[in-house]
């Protein structure tokens, strides 16, 4: 992702405008608004000529008390006007960048895992938070700013010109002169704001990683080192933002001293009119004044520049992750499955890299059959395919060569959300979201009430340790189930499977982390859920699956050798070997994987 050219102009904030037209109404009343504020400024240097050139005068004492009524009611729509303003540009920045965040995660969570491969975590979130807050701060200020700083100078531009053309046109020579260094110090701006943007994920990304392994960096007493290295990221995030800072500081510099010297410069050839008498003094009060509108319109737009620049930086990143394509796309004429489903999975010649490892496959030539209801062990070497296996039937990849098939269709030709619906998964490290315990059972299942929420975790043997919680199935588990063991994990990620009902099973390694005592409970739970379902199971630990009918043996992405416990012991091989080693060593001592009767 970070291979795409960078742009240098504001171009890529182009990618907000679908989230701004739902809105046109607050639109235009905020565009409005600003016209009645900006207005209004305007005139009052028109009363502040009055006052000077008619307020002064025995003669015309009494035009005194309009003028300062007509100022103070000016004063009364800019204040109205730009309250209103600022309502409606706030409103519309908070409210259009809650719609962005919500889009890009939303197609974020619809990416493969094809794409984590090469994209850290925290990069992700560092846009979903930096790069959203800069463009709402355009959205909901700098835009506003920009746009009433342009008809403000527009404006007081063409005042000026019939307030007096010679002045006006020495004063836009000026302009002119100053937007040169301006383009050139926001192309600066906008390069230096992109890479800052990069040092910020850089550093968001550090800190997710480490923190996400907290109890790995602790217990193997590695803080100060994460410390170092973190501290060295958010140091280059610095030193990027400092830098940026100096040129946005000194493009502020230079366009507002060099636009007010030729204010100044300006003034002292209207002070020789004025002393000629070719112009009154409340005529050059009012040029001065509009030349000051101006002269502050050019200086916001320059420091506005600044951050248009960023902002267009940060929506460039933001569009990235928006219009990321996953790796696998439902079909567009997608095929139904077969109803009721019955869980056959068939894996014909199937050959596959992964996309970070093009040059090594991880199966090849693979081949399987699965009947409905039957029950499968994967055993083999670490790297001989097994979760390759998993991560195909779940469509996270897609086959390079062959076919898989499920319940006689391919599942190319089926939409990858459907095809999920029907697969329950269990894994050696499940995952528990923040939430209660209930609402983890009831993850797969929405719909799920209070009850069937109780069967599942009876039939997981797990509501013994729930009930003994202060506050049953309604207790807090924290971020990752932090307070709960790793059997207690376990068995909530069994009765989330068995809520699921899903007709396929798939099984990785879910006992191997367990003690003796945890794992026939989990045993149990995983009996009772097997029970009617294909299952595949994925085992290290030969013990667990000795008295499936079928255990099929994988080594470097192929099918090496298939049979029962027996009968591969008795061919020799891989699997003998395997079996020797873990039996005769009493590795495993924990009682056998079986089905309970139906």
Same mark, same amino acid.
């Given at each position: 992702m970070s291979g795409r050219p960078k742009s240098r102009s504001?171009?890529?904030?182009?990618?907000?405008?679908?989230?701004l037209r739902p809105y046109r109404g607050?639109?235009?009343?905020?565009?409005?608004?600003?016209?009645?504020?900006?207005?209004?400024?305007?005139?009052?240097?028109?009363?502040?000529?009055?006052?000077?050139?008619?307020?002064?005068?025995?003669?015309?004492?009494?035009?005194?008390?309009?003028?300062?009524?007509?100022?103070?009611?000016?004063?009364a729509v800019l204040g109205l006007s730009s309250a209103t303003r600022f309502y409606f540009v706030t409103w519309l920045g908070e409210r259009v960048i809650a719609d962005i965040r919500r889009a890009v995660f939303d197609n974020v969570l619809g990416l493969t895992p094809a794409f984590f491969e090469v994209t850290r975590t925290g990069e992700v979130l560092s846009r979903l938070t930096a790069d959203t807050t800069l463009v709402q701060t355009v959205i909901g200020s700098s835009a506003s700013v920009a746009l009433r700083n342009m008809v403000t100078l527009s404006g007081?531009?063409?005042?000026?010109?019939?307030?007096?053309?010679?002045?006006?046109l020495l004063i836009l020579g000026a302009v002119l002169a100053i937007m040169v260094p301006l383009i050139l110090f926001g192309r600066w701006?906008?390069?230096?704001?992109?890479?800052?943007?990069d040092r910020i994920a850089d550093s968001s990304a550090r800190a997710s990683e480490t923190l996400n392994a907290v109890q790995t960096v602790q217990a193997f007493t590695h803080e100060r080192e994460e410390m170092i290295v973190f501290g060295a990221t958010v140091e280059k995030s610095f030193d990027a933002a400092i830098i940026r800072t100096?040129?946005?500081?000194?493009?502020?510099?230079v366009v507002i001293f060099s636009f007010f010297t030729a204010l100044a410069s300006v003034l002292y050839v209207g002070a020789q009119d004025v002393i000629a008498q070719r112009m009154t003094g409340g005529l050059l009060l009012q040029f001065i004044l509009l030349g000051g509108l101006v002269a502050g319109g050019v200086g916001s737009l320059s420091e506005v520049w600044g951050d248009l620049q960023r902002a267009a930086g940060a929506s460039e990143r933001l569009m990235e992750l928006l219009h990321q394509k996953p790796a696998i796309a439902p079909p567009l004429h997608p095929r139904s499955p077969a109803v009721p489903a019955r869980g056959a999975i068939a894996f014909e010649h199937v050959t596959f890299h992964y996309p970070s490892r093009p040059d090594s496959a991880a199966l090849k030539d693979f081949s399987l059959v699965v009947s409905p209801g039957e029950a499968v062990a994967l055993v083999g070497p670490s790297g001989a395919g097994k979760s390759t296996v998993f991560q195909l039937l779940l469509r996270f990849f897609a086959a390079s060569q062959g076919r898989v098939l499920f319940d006689g269709v391919d599942i190319a030709d089926l939409d990858p959300t459907l095809l999920r619906r029907h697969i329950a998964v269990v894994s050696q490290d499940p995952v528990i979201f923040s939430g209660t315990i209930g609402s983890n059972i009831a993850y797969g299942r929405d719909d799920a009430g209070i009850e069937a929420v109780r069967r599942a975790a009876d039939a997981a043997a797990a509501t013994e340790f729930i009930e003994k919680l202060p506050d049953?199935?309604?207790?807090?588990?924290?971020?990752?189930?932090?307070?709960?063991?790793?059997?207690?994990?376990?068995?909530?990620?069994?009765?989330?499977a068995?809520?699921?009902?899903?007709?396929?099973?798939?099984?990785?390694e879910a006992t191997s982390a367990l003690d003796a005592e945890n794992e026939l409970l989990v045993q149990q739970g995983l009996a009772n859920l097997m029970v009617g379902r294909t299952t595949l199971v994925i085992a290290h630990r030969l013990a667990t699956i000795q008295k499936l009918a079928r255990?099929?043996?994988?080594?470097? /992405?192929?099918?090496?050798?298939? /049979?029962?416990? /027996?009968?591969?012991? /008795?061919?020799?091989?891989?699997y003998a070997r395997l079996a020797q080693l873990q039996f005769t060593t009493g590795s495993l001592e924990q009682g056998p994987l079986e089905k309970t009767p139906a």
């Open positions: 504001v171009a890529p904030l182009k990618g907000v405008l679908p989230f607050r639109i235009a009343a905020g565009l409005a608004a600003l016209v009645c504020s900006s207005t209004a400024t305007l005139v009052l240097p028109f009363f502040a000529r009055g006052l000077l050139d008619h307020g002064f005068s025995a003669r015309e004492a009494g035009e005194v008390g309009r003028y300062f009524l007509a100022f103070i009611a000016a004063a007081g531009l063409v005042l000026m010109f019939f307030t007096s053309l010679k002045l006006t701006v906008r390069a230096l704001s992109r890479t800052s943007q100096r040129a946005r500081a000194v493009m502020t510099a049953g199935f309604d207790t807090l588990v924290g971020e990752r189930g932090v307070t709960l063991s790793g059997g207690q994990r376990q068995r909530i990620a069994i009765a989330r068995i809520l699921r009902n899903a007709p396929l099973l798939l099984l990785d255990i099929v043996v994988m080594d470097q /992405g192929r099918v090496v050798g298939q /049979g029962s416990h /027996g009968e591969l012991v /008795g061919q020799g091989g891989l």
